[in-house]
């Protein structure tokens, strides 16, 4: 039997370090990953198990490392857009933004009122897509495949919304510096209607099966619960903090694009458990349809999608730095950006969220948690390795 | 933002001012002065979230920037301290003990520029490259097109030709006397 | 937790009575959406090979190469993009800056092959089902990669300029020319139209890059006359600048010109540095025009002794005297030539071979002489009266303007041509009849209709502008003299048509539609010929000719082996085409007087 007081466990050494001894036999050392259904993305968690209970972990990543960093320093600055959304393949929309912002901004461009409420339009698109990604897993690690389909159907969906609109349903390359690249095409709301409409029709469904069911409560209630106390030591932003009752929302924080203008509120939670989690990406995703119905019947119908750019095959950049934030679905996702006055990027830092949660955080929550919980409990911070490495 | 750097310099030296935006601004630091400095931004003005920590390689000057970002959320600022290092035999005192997450980007920073942080918990282990032996890629003397080209095939039956170049061949190269 | 807990998931089980959402044939019931990025389409007629595609491209996956049966021909390269599926990311940022909006693409992308290497293809020569496709990305209607407008030059307007020579053009500051220059996408179709290819992507770049000392250096690797060709070059390169198809060629002779008015004389004279250890070798060139002065400077920095007989008071041949000071002013010739005369040549004015010095004595002392005598003589009409005095050639009136001769203004002048040097004369006249009467009454006849100017379009707005009164379609008929003898105007008929079924000169007129043009003063302006009487008879006997013009090889040697022949005189009216041709015959000059071990 569990000693009722786990924080004690696994104890220490005098120096700090665990006291575990792996030659004793009483340890195990356990790969998860990186090929495993439990795992988000490419990436390994080594465990140390006592028992099934986790005593360490370490996160293991760089199966997905393509260097986009050092890439995009040899490439001009329009040659950097088509890769930067390469670097979140579920929510690739907020490196375009991000990047283009940012290039914007030490450029001195300004961009046309109608670009922004395009972007805005494709940032909560893209949301409602990585959460509906999001669901399914969270309930595949419980074992619920059938949440997966549907969210992946309607999900399919809003890839054809995109198709129509960008011209590519995964890797949209549409946000490009300047502006947008082209208006809605016609008709487009009264499709993204009927797409909003199933979507939620398919969520009311998860509700019952998935958020309202016995095996789901009992396995995800007041499991990974993140202290708030954690949340600035661990750089915990978005869905993380919200459920956790901290109201971290960039687009209401530090507003951007047109959410100065859009109705809402962020969405919070208290309990800060895997359920909580859940339910705040499940209402925040209610919320991102409703953004999505505001933006369409408010955006307006005609104006320049883009401003007029030099020519970029051989742009250059003043000297200067900056960064650029968004809220994506994962928390806050920025571009550090330095130009040194050529024509290409000086450096350019890719702020993850998953780059703090699924390695500092989530080494440490997933301590004394039980080997079946694990999956749910990565699977819950929402991390996607890609944006770690880059 | 003028008025933060107008309190701190009363308690600290700093170094260049810039205000890039309303709501973003950079300070540079000199080293030694950093971590009394962070901490007092965490705890006295209330900038307690570490946004990112990265390095800037300015190659030509001999030097590493470090750039410590922090976010004010109540005040919606945010600050960038710049730190200049020497490039050769480059260390940094280690701010881990500030934020925990922090250790994950000095280990990141060590591993990609070759920038040591003593005392960061487990720093030297490996973190995005398992096996790598060459220098610390994103440093800028590190030609990732060089490496690719020593490192992978050419996809043979590539070929190409400059427009100017071909036109002259073509329509006018020099001939010798006729 | 509660029993609803447990029974709610059980809802679940409707779905056993919906049909499938998947598409059951989606190879065929699936296209893709209107705007849809799928593979490439490129026009084959549009697509001029300028490689912008590729150079954009940050995947390295377009090569350009030649295909069968597109020759390179001026303004197309010859090339075409093949594009590699296996790099390709469908960014369509190559569309997105193609220069004519020959490339696009379709809306498809099912294909199935078992071959990878068929995935690298041609578009629009490797034949594809969806050549034909409708649907696919399109660029937004405006082209934002870059600018398609050129800048604006500055330019004197009408009032300010009619009553004096004033240059019109004033020339780009450095902030208009850094502009100018940014539009420029360095493909270098340009090069291969330009007669003496010059490096204009790169010295397009030093405009950019602020570099104006590189930029002379590479101006002077190709042209001595950069101030002149900065002004009056008949920039067909333009003609085949990328940038034309869809928005304005880049404004390269006004960056030239910009470069070039950037850097001090003595400046330019340092960057050129100096010419090579002497040869002993000694060169004559008769005229001091561009393609004499240009051999002169190329053979001078070779190390030969060059000295250049020129039969006027001052260099420059018809840029001088043929081209009014609105259009060239004379101290940037000056500076033109000092450039030259700085690497040593020696110009002897005032000197005309055939009068002062013979062609044999030219033979005699020199190793080889180039003859460079451009077209100095006006052609006639031989219309009736067209012997009256008061009909004049338009080169020998432009000449005596250059030369300060007074002129006896006409109040009221017709000229006949519709040419540059029609133009200009009119131009001309215009200003000094404005100076000594405060009005302008010129008239201008020319065969051609107004769609068919031989004119620049810009000579003719401007002279419109000028109030000079251009009729076209007017062939003339006659010199009108009163019993007096004073010439009272020009009669002209309505030109019916130019040319014959073969294309020959054989104007056709409507005697019915007659006009009678007021003019004190005609002015012939429909040509000129090379006055080549300094040959003298022996010489003339002994050369070979070709339809009036000294035959020459392609080098341009003449039948005798120690005269060559160059610019306008054997090649017709153009500074340009003087300037490659004063460089071919230096080239060919230098190699003859030089030891075959030597070049070997």
Not at chain 1, 144 to 165: A, H, K, P, S
Not at chain 3, 144 to 161: G, I, S
Not at chain 3, 381 to 402: E, N
Not at chain 3, 490 to 496: D, H, P, Q
């Amino acid at each position: 039997m569990f000693e009722l007081d786990r924080s004690q466990y696994p104890q220490k050494k005098a120096d700090g370090t665990l006291d575990i001894d792996l030659t004793s036999g009483k340890y195990l050392k356990l790969w998860q990953g990186p090929q495993h259904p439990g795992i988000t993305g490419n990436m390994a968690i080594e465990l140390t198990v006592c028992g099934d209970e986790v005593v360490d972990a370490t996160t293991h990543v760089g199966y997905l490392h393509r260097g986009f960093e050092k890439l995009m320093e040899r490439r001009t600055f329009m040659q950097c857009f088509p890769i930067v959304c390469r670097i979140c393949v579920p929510e690739p929309d907020f490196n375009e933004y991000c990047y283009a912002a940012a290039v914007e901004e030490l450029a001195g461009l300004e961009i046309p009122e109608l670009a922004h409420w395009i972007r805005t339009l494709i940032l909560e698109m893209g949301r409602v897509n990585s959460y509906l990604m999001y669901l399914g897993g969270q309930a595949g690690a419980f074992g619920q495949g059938v949440i997966g389909q549907w969210t992946t159907y309607v999900r399919d969906l809003m890839l054809d919304r995109f198709e129509e609109l960008t011209g590519a349903r995964i890797y949209h390359m549409f946000i490009i510096p300047g502006g947008v690249r082209d208006n809605l095409p016609d008709g487009f709301a009264g499709r993204m209607e009927e797409t909003l409409r199933e979507i939620e029709s398919v969520l009311a469904d998860v509700d019952r099966v998935m958020f309202h069911n016995a095996v789901f409560k009992k396995r995800a209630v007041g499991v990974g619960v993140i202290d708030t106390a954690w949340l600035d030591s661990y750089g915990i932003t978005g869905p993380n903090a919200r459920a956790a009752g901290v109201a971290k929302d960039v687009r209401k924080d530090q507003p951007y694009l047109v959410y100065p203008e859009l109705e809402f509120e962020a969405v919070t939670g208290k309990d800060s458990d895997i359920y909580t989690r859940a339910d705040v990406r499940r209402r925040d995703l209610l919320l991102s349809l409703d953004l999505i119905r505001q933006i369409l019947s408010r955006l307006p119908k005609t104006g320049a999608v883009m401003t007029k750019l030099p020519n970029v095959l051989h742009w250059k950049i003043p000297r200067g730095e900056t960064y650029v934030r968004g809220e994506c679905s994962r928390g806050e996702y920025g571009y550090y950006l330095v130009t040194d006055g050529s024509g290409y990027p000086r450096r350019v830092n890719v702020r993850g969220p998953s780059y703090t949660h699924s390695i500092a955080l989530f080494e440490r929550m997933v301590i004394n948690a039980n080997i079946s919980d694990v999956a749910a409990l990565l699977v819950s911070l929402h991390t996607y390795p890609p944006e770690i490495e880059r | 933002m003028q008025q933060l750097y107008d309190t701190l310099t009363q308690r600290f030296s700093l170094g260049e001012f810039t205000r890039q935006r309303a709501d973003l601004a950079f300070i540079t630091v000199e080293a030694v002065r950093l971590h009394a400095l962070l901490r007092h931004l965490r705890d006295q003005e209330g900038f307690t979230h570490l946004v990112l920590l990265t390095a800037v390689d300015w190659l030509e000057d001999g030097q590493f920037q470090l750039t410590y970002l922090i976010n004010n959320r109540a005040k919606c600022q945010d600050l960038g301290l710049r730190v200049m290092i020497a490039r050769d035999n480059a260390s940094m005192e280690s701010i881990h003990d500030l934020w925990a997450a922090a250790a994950t980007y000095q280990r990141e920073l060590r591993e990609m520029f070759g920038i040591d942080f003593p005392g960061s918990p487990r720093l030297m282990d490996d973190f995005i490259l398992e096996g790598w032996n060459a220098a610390p890629p994103y440093r800028r003397d590190f030609d990732t097109l060089e490496y690719s080209r020593a490192t992978y095939r050419e996809r043979p039956g590539r070929e190409t030709r400059d427009p100017a170049a071909h036109m002259k061949q073509q329509l006018y190269g020099d001939k010798g006397d006729v | 937790m509660s029993i609803s807990d447990v029974l709610s998931p059980f809802t679940a089980w409707k779905n056993l009575f919906r049909d499938p959402v998947t598409i059951k044939d989606p190879l065929n019931e699936r296209p893709g959406a209107a705007r849809y990025r799928g593979f490439h389409k490129n026009d084959m007629d549009k697509c001029i090979g300028c490689g912008t595609c590729e150079t954009i491209c940050q995947n390295g996956a377009i090569d350009m190469l030649p295909v069968e049966g597109i020759p390179a021909v001026q303004g197309d390269s010859g090339l075409r993009p093949r594009i590699d599926y296996g790099r390709c990311c469908w960014c369509a940022l190559c569309v997105d800056v193609c220069m004519t909006g020959s490339l696009t693409m379709s809306n498809e992308y099912k294909w199935v092959e078992s071959d990878p290497d068929l995935f690298r293809f041609t578009p629009g020569v490797d034949k594809k089902y969806w050549d034909n496709a409708e649907l696919g990305y399109q660029r937004h209607d405006e082209k934002h990669l870059m600018p398609v407008a050129r800048e604006e030059m500055p330019e004197l307007h009408p009032e300010a300029r009619l009553d004096s020579f004033v240059e019109i053009v004033q020339g780009y500051n450095i902030e208009q020319a850094k502009l100018e220059a940014d539009r420029c996408v360095s493909c270098g179709l340009c090069i291969a139209t330009c007669p003496a290819h010059m490096a204009i992507p790169d010295y397009i770049k030093a405009v950019r890059d602020g570099d104006y000392e590189r930029g002379v250096q590479l101006l002077y690797e190709t042209n001595p006359f950069s101030q002149v060709c900065g002004r009056v070059c008949t920039h067909c390169c333009e003609d085949s600048c990328a940038a034309r198809h869809e928005g304005d060629p880049i404004a390269i002779r006004w960056l030239k010109r910009h470069i070039i008015d950037q850097v001090p004389q003595e400046k330019v004279i340092e960057l050129i540095g100096k010419p090579a250890a002497p040869t002993g070798k000694k060169v004559a060139i008769i005229g001091a025009g561009p393609a004499g002065l240009t051999a002169a400077f190329d053979l001078a920095r070779l190390g030969h002794a060059v000295t250049v007989y020129e039969a006027q008071a001052a260099g420059g041949g018809m840029t001088r005297y043929g081209i009014p000071e609105y259009r060239l002013p004379y101290n940037a010739l000056d500076r033109d030539i000092a450039v030259i005369t700085a690497m040593g040549v020696e110009i002897k004015y005032n000197q005309r071979v055939g009068t002062d010095i013979t062609m044999q004595q030219l033979e005699a002392d020199y190793d080889a002489v180039v003859l460079a005598i451009g077209l100095h003589q006006g052609r006639s009409t031989r219309i009736p009266g067209s012997d009256h005095p008061q009909v004049r050639k338009a080169v020998d009136l432009l000449r005596q303007i250059t030369a300060g001769e007074t002129i006896d203004v006409p109040k009221s002048m017709v000229v006949i041509g519709g040419g540059n040097v029609a133009m200009d004369i009119a131009r001309s006249m215009a200003r000094l009849q404005l100076q000594h009467y405060g009005e302008i009454r010129v008239t201008l006849t020319a065969l051609e209709d107004k769609a068919h100017f031989l004119a620049d379009p810009v000579e003719i707005k401007e002279s419109l502008e000028e109030q000079i009164n251009i009729l076209d379609s007017r062939g003339p008929q006659a010199c009108v003299i009163d019993d007096n003898g004073k010439l009272l105007g020009l009669k002209t008929w309505k030109v019916l048509s130019i040319f014959d079924a073969e294309r020959r000169f054989a104007p056709k007129y409507d005697p019915a539609d007659e006009q009678i043009h007021e003019g004190e003063m005609i002015v012939e302006a429909i040509g000129q010929m090379a006055d080549v009487s300094l040959l003298g008879d022996a010489l003339t006997e002994k050369l070979e000719w070709n339809r009036g013009r000294i035959q020459i090889d392609p080098n341009g040697r003449t039948s005798e082996n120690w005269l060559w022949s160059a610019g306008d005189c054997v090649k017709g009216p153009d500074v340009i085409n003087a300037v490659a041709d004063g460089h071919r015959v230096a080239t060919s000059i230098h190699r003859a007087l030089t030891p075959q071990e030597a070049t070997a």
